[in-house]
């Protein structure tokens, strides 16, 4: 079993950044592949970002690209998800989610953990 907990979510406006956090807990990140879902309101969760254990390849949506950078700190067990450039359209629920195989996916069905998300809220 994998636990995980989301922080770092909060109001912000255009342009601004926010670093938000995934602490893990019954199993290393070392060991997990770990990722990045939001879902805005009236939309489906999707894809933000992935990290691999295996060979610490990252995977981004297309979006995000460029303005986003996930990262982990071992000793912490945690995953971050640095956001610059923040837009209106980034405005969602985030959610942190696990999977036990060493390469990143964009199918959420492929994750097996999820955490309870944290709300990034981007005003104009």
């Known amino acids: 079993q994998v636990q995980l907990v989301e922080s770092g979510g909060g109001l912000v406006q255009a342009g601004a950044s926010l670093r938000l956090s995934c602490a893990a807990s019954g199993r290393t990140v070392t060991t997990t592949t770990m990722a990045w879902f939001r879902q805005a309101p009236g939309k489906e969760r999707g894809f933000v970002s992935a990290?691999?254990?295996?060979?610490?390849?990252?995977d981004y949506s297309d979006s995000v690209k460029e303005r986003f950078t996930i990262s982990r700190d071992n000793a912490k067990n945690t995953v971050y998800l640095q956001m610059n450039s923040l837009k209106p359209e980034d405005t969602a629920v985030y959610y942190c989610?696990?999977?036990?195989?060493?390469?990143?996916?964009?199918?959420?069905?492929?994750?097996?953990?999820w955490g309870r998300g944290t709300q990034v809220t981007v005003s104009t």
């Open positions: 990290l691999s254990w295996f060979d610490s390849r990252t």
């Open positions: 989610a696990a999977r036990r195989g060493y390469n990143t996916n964009d199918d959420e069905g492929a994750y097996e953990y």
